[in-house]
């Protein structure tokens, strides 16, 4: 064939860009099509599985974005639980829930800092939470006591009614309000700030039943029984005296007890006096845990048992677990073990005499702390030939006081 002839072949006609276009729009609508189609053939159950099984929020972003037959169900489980930390969380938040107040329904838990940090975006905070007509969970990390009075003046108009809330406490009456008009609240943990003359009535917080305070805070505001079943105090050295006035008005109710003992220098007290202490409050039918906690312990804790002027009452008590966290700072030790084998050998013949004498006790847990890291954890129960049996674990393994 001739040159001549080749060139009066006709050519093939090449795609224009529109044309492409089209063609990959076409392909895209086609396989969106498709996606949604295989996604609707398939449970709930098992699209919510996945979803909650996805490695990070991004993921789960994209997942919403991707495919309209799952939006939903990633987006509810996008927004249940949002933090305000930090300026662009505030923003995007912002963004996302007045765009739809769907998203603004799904949000159940709320972390946020109100510190001078987010000054610039704090119009914005205040416009988030009257949104979140959902919210059953609100925790206030670090605070600027300024933006914070602001702050309590929306959370009063709030129409949300809190489950848990963990917060400082100031005297503005605000913060009063509020406070009051979460009837449904269970869950209370108050960090002091301000000292303040307001009182929490038990007709206020009727259905409250974990608390977590400051030994004083509890005394002197929330007087009532309430629900109470779950305590967790902070504190000093205490008396006898003042554990039973602490102790008085719930002590019938109580199932979970958490001391958390706490000064400027080492503890001078060997823990168990906090055990006579609370089992000498008087009857407590219903207590299954108790947990002393301490920082900078006492070195009188880790001497004999048997020498010591702390003996436990052998009367029958409810109590199945004990639970001690120890914190070992050596220049606070004179005459105790500066190691964890050789302080557990000394815990050895009072955890053999504590359990011996109170049969109604499964488990003693001591967890060996540093100001830096947990070191270990133990368990010492009793055989049915009443011999000690210890068992290491790891520390995610002990109870803790809001388990029971």
Not at 242 to 267: D, P
């Amino acid at each position: 064939m001739s040159s001549s002839q080749r060139d009066l072949r006709p050519r093939k006609t090449q795609p224009t860009s529109e044309a492409l276009s089209k063609c990959q729009a076409n392909q895209a609508c086609t396989t969106e099509a498709t996606c949604e189609e295989q996604v609707k053939s398939l449970p709930l159950e098992l699209i919510s599985l996945i979803l909650e099984n996805l490695d990070s929020p991004r993921t789960l972003a994209a997942a919403s974005r991707a495919c309209r037959a799952v939006q939903f169900e990633a987006e509810r489980l996008l927004y249940r639980e949002v933090h305000m930390e930090r300026i662009r969380h505030v923003r995007s938040l912002h963004q996302a829930l007045t765009k739809s107040s769907r998203r603004a329904f799904f949000v159940n838990a709320l972390r946020v800092e109100m510190t001078r940090g987010l000054s610039p975006v704090f119009p914005l905070v205040n416009d988030i939470l009257p949104l979140l007509t959902n919210l059953a969970h609100l925790e206030i990390k670090r605070y600027d006591y300024g933006i914070y009075k602001i702050v309590l003046r929306t959370l009063a108009k709030c129409t949300f009614r809190l489950r848990s809330l963990e917060s400082w406490t100031v005297k503005d009456s605000d913060f009063v309000q509020f406070l009051r008009q979460q009837t449904g609240l269970e869950s209370l943990s108050l960090h002091r700030h301000d000292s303040f003359d307001w009182e929490i009535s038990q007709e206020a917080l009727p259905h409250l039943k974990y608390v977590q305070t400051s030994q004083r805070l509890f005394v002197q505001h929330i007087r009532g029984p309430h629900a109470i079943t779950h305590l967790d105090l902070s504190m000093c050295e205490l008396s006898g005296q003042t554990f039973a006035e602490t102790f008085r008005a719930v002590r019938h109710r109580l199932v979970s007890v958490k001391c958390t003992r706490h000064g400027e220098r080492r503890l001078r007290r060997p823990f168990w006096s906090v055990i006579s202490h609370v089992l000498g409050c008087g009857p407590m039918p219903h207590l299954k845990y108790l947990e002393v906690m301490d920082h900078r312990s006492s070195d009188s804790s880790f001497r004999p048992f048997m020498d010591g002027r702390w003996r436990l009452r052998g009367s029958a008590i409810a109590l199945e677990t004990f639970v001690w966290s120890s914190m070992y700072c050596r220049e606070d030790f004179d005459n105790a073990p500066h190691t964890v084998r050789g302080r557990r050998a000394y815990l050895r013949l009072w955890a053999t005499e504590f359990l011996k004498k109170n049969s109604a006790v499964e488990r003693f847990f001591h967890v060996d702390r540093t100001p830096t890291n947990v070191l270990c954890a133990t368990l010492f129960t009793l055989s049915s030939d009443n011999r000690l049996v210890e068992e290491m674990k790891d520390v995610r393994d002990v109870p803790v006081w809001t388990d029971n």
